[in-house]
């Protein structure tokens, strides 16, 4: 049956991709094959929650580090931020600092993300989003901040005009 354009969300997920399980961000999203810039990696549906209902339950587990931010207008017509739950891959991109190579895009009135190459990735590299600046762990990805000695080592080095 063919459906009319304007009635459904089109799904789309590129094939040349593949879940490792053991990297040292835990599971991660990899390019099984050379990906062009600007290709679609996936469409995903989202579930918002109440704020209330993520405080008061979500938090509360495992879950609450899979959700994003999202914007919703309250029954005053507030402008607020709850949380959504990403079905489909959206939920296992890992965070990268410095390499990201996936962009997202929200349709916050048809509850759907859009994720896609923000330029080539070539084979066997991981797919990283950004998760902004408040990360709630340990970024595998950010070099150990110097070691007192050795930063002392380095101001000595540093000679003043
Ligand atoms: C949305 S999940 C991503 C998928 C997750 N790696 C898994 O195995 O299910 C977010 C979690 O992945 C891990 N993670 C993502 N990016 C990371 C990074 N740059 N450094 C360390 N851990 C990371 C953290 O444990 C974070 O809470």
């Given at each position: 049956?063919?459906?009319?354009?304007?009635?459904?969300?089109?799904?789309?997920?590129?094939?040349?991709?593949?879940?490792?399980?053991?990297?040292?961000k835990?599971?991660?999203?990899?390019a099984?094959?050379?990906?062009?810039?600007?290709?679609?990696?996936d469409?995903?549906?989202?579930?918002?929650?109440?704020?209330?209902?993520?405080?008061?339950?979500?938090?509360?587990?495992?879950?609450?580090?899979?959700?994003?931010?999202?914007?919703?207008?309250?029954?005053?017509?507030?402008?607020?931020?709850?949380?959504?739950?990403?079905?489909?891959?959206?939920?296992?991109?890992?965070?990268?600092?410095?390499?990201?190579?996936?962009?997202?895009?929200?349709?916050a009135?048809?509850?759907f993300?859009?994720?896609?190459?923000?330029?080539?990735?070539?084979?066997?590299?991981?797919?990283?989003?950004?998760?902004?600046?408040?990360l709630?762990?340990?970024?595998?990805?950010?070099?150990?901040?110097?070691?007192?000695?050795e930063?002392?080592a380095?101001?000595?080095?540093?000679?003043?005009?």
């Open positions: 049956m063919d459906l009319p354009a304007a009635s459904h969300i089109p799904l789309q997920r590129c094939p040349d991709l593949g879940i490792i399980s053991d990297t040292p835990g599971r991660g999203v990899f099984t094959r050379d990906i062009p810039a600007k290709t679609v990696i469409v995903c549906p989202v579930l918002v929650l109440g704020i209330e209902e993520n405080k008061k339950h979500l938090e509360h587990t495992s879950l609450y580090h899979y959700t994003y931010n999202w914007p919703i207008i309250d029954q005053d017509g507030k402008k607020k931020v709850a949380q959504a739950v990403i079905f489909g891959l959206g939920s296992m991109f890992n965070h990268s600092t410095q390499e990201q190579n996936v962009v997202w895009e929200r349709d009135d048809r509850l993300i859009t994720y896609r190459a923000s330029r080539d990735i070539c084979a066997g590299e991981e797919l990283c989003i950004s998760y902004g600046d408040h709630t762990f340990k970024d595998v990805d950010c070099p150990a901040p110097p070691r007192p000695d930063e002392m380095q101001l000595n080095q540093i000679q003043l005009d």
